[in-house]
Nanobody
Framework: VQLQESGPGLVQPSQSLSLTCTVS??????????WAWIRQPPGKGLEFMGA???????DYSSSLKSRTSISRDTSVNQFILELKSVTPEDTGVYYCARYRSNYYSIDYWGQGTQVTVSS
């Protein structure tokens, strides 16, 4: 299974950020799998942002819920993160990952993509 993030590396403050995760080797519609977005600000730990289930239902971190949207396109096996009204505090490395609910663990990660919010 491979996951690959793609999107702009630089976003201006107050704009929206959109990242795509392309999955190969597994279907994002497979039962019991959840597809997550996780980020790491510089010098800080990992932060769960949200996930979309195998049936297409999204779930979000309470702290980011008002600004975050996760959707998917099963025809191309991709899921997409949108983060609105970004600030410099949204700078960091963004990862997509697979969470297997029947094993209660993340087993595959993308390599991560650096996003910098700056004017």
């Amino acid at each position: 299974v491979q996951l690959q993030e793609s999107g702009p590396g630089l976003v201006q403050p107050s704009q929206s950020l959109s990242l795509t995760c392309t999955v190969s080797g597994a279907s994002i519609a497979s039962h019991y799998d959840y597809w997550a977005w996780i980020r790491q600000p510089p010098g800080k730990g990992l932060e769960f942002m949200g996930a979309i289930s195998y049936s297409g239902n999204p779930d979000y971190s309470s702290s980011l819920k008002s600004r975050t949207s996760i959707s998917r396109d099963t025809s191309v096996n991709q899921f997409i993160l949108e983060l609105k009204s970004v600030t410099p505090e949204d700078t960091g490395v963004y990862y997509c990952a697979r969470y297997r609910s029947n094993y209660y663990s993340i087993d595959y990660w993308g390599q991560g993509t650096q996003v910098t919010v700056s004017s």
